[in-house]
């Protein structure tokens, strides 16, 4: 006897997921899911953020091992850093993220920012409850990431691509790599930045409020 | 690297959604997107050691490929096999996907008592 189902195999995490995005969603804070390769500067985002973003935020960084990253944000100055370590994971589940909320004091909170898993592929799989996927490439990896990773590219809302002061240094093709990430999304907003002398940033933020404005 | 994860998903979503345990089940049909970024051997081998692990190495499992199905801007509906083909009918590459983006577990075949 055949029994149809027809359910996304990611139902469990469909679920979560939906949890989480209910408890963003009254406790009015935008959460944006960052998802990047290893070194192209999630953190050091994050850091030029904690220092220039007036509104009350908090990060949740997800590393296979160490809190290296949190560490690194309170070390600046940042104190709501707090670290998952996934302890081999190659991706964060909406389980973890909802463990880990729990214990930060949201009172006031606007923005939860989550760094995932240094990775271009897992993460794109997994919905967390975000408000949107924003993924970020970097000028020294090269211009072809967004062609090899199509699966983060169809979902990610936003693409920041940082480092952009080392564009005139490396054989960087940024017009194509804009290209390729509206070929894959083509409703994308794409921001140049650089985390290491705060160009670009001004246009982000801008671009982060207006999107709070509109959930509130 | 993210299969067995999924494969631990399909698994509990069934145990919800079935009401008789793995022991009456023979088979599990998934259909994969060419586009749901996933590897289908390593799909296929996370829920061998997860139903083996519950008792039910019997049960087999069935693959099926869904090619990723567009929407263009001008109407035209098409398929493509990677995500630089554009529109046949004005060659346009603003479009929206419509399936090939997901794994959906189809049905699961039950003996009959």
């Given amino acids: 006897m055949k029994k149809k189902i027809n359910i996304s195999a990611q139902e469990n995490n469909r679920i979560k997921a939906g949890e989480n995005r209910e408890i963003f969603k009254n406790k009015n804070i935008l959460t944006i899911n960052i998802i990047g390769s290893p070194g192209c500067g999630k953190t050091s985002i994050l850091e030029y953020m904690a220092a220039h973003f007036e509104p009350k935020f908090a990060v949740i960084v997800g590393d296979v091992k160490t809190a290296l990253d949190s560490d690194r944000l309170i070390q600046s100055g940042f104190s709501s850093a707090y670290a998952i370590e996934t302890g081999g994971g190659c991706h964060l589940t909406p389980q973890q993220i909802q463990n880990k909320f729990n214990e930060i004091n949201s009172d006031g909170l606007e923005y939860l920012f989550v760094e995932n898993v240094g990775n271009l592929v897992c993460p794109s799989s997994f919905d967390l409850g975000e408000d949107f996927k924003m993924a970020v490439l970097s000028i020294p990896e090269g211009d072809e990431k967004v062609r090899k990773y199509p699966s983060l590219f169809l979902k990610a809302e936003v693409v920041v691509i940082n480092k952009v002061d080392l564009a005139g240094m490396m054989d960087y093709d940024i017009e194509q790599v804009k290209k390729d990430c509206k070929t894959h999304n083509p409703n994308v907003e794409i921001f140049e930045v650089s985390a290491k002398t705060g160009l670009g940033f001004e246009t982000f933020f801008e671009y982060l409020k207006g999107k709070k404005t509109k959930k509130s | ?113």
């Fill in chain 2, 1 to 113: 690297m993210h299969e067995f994860a999924l494969a631990e998903d399909i698994v509990k979503t069934i145990e919800k959604e079935i009401s008789s345990d793995f022991s009456q089940m023979q088979e599990i049909e998934l259909e994969v997107g060419t586009f749901a970024g996933v590897v289908t051997e390593s799909l296929e081998f996370g829920l061998t050691v997860i139903l083996k692990d519950k008792d039910a190495e019997h049960v087999k499992v069935k693959i099926i490929s869904v090619p990723a199905q567009c929407s263009c801007e001008c109407g035209h509906q098409y398929e493509i096999e990677n995500i630089f083909q554009e529109c046949p009918q004005c060659q346009s590459l603003n479009r929206s996907m419509n399936s090939g983006t997901d794994v959906i577990i189809s049905s699961v075949e039950i003996a009959e008592e």
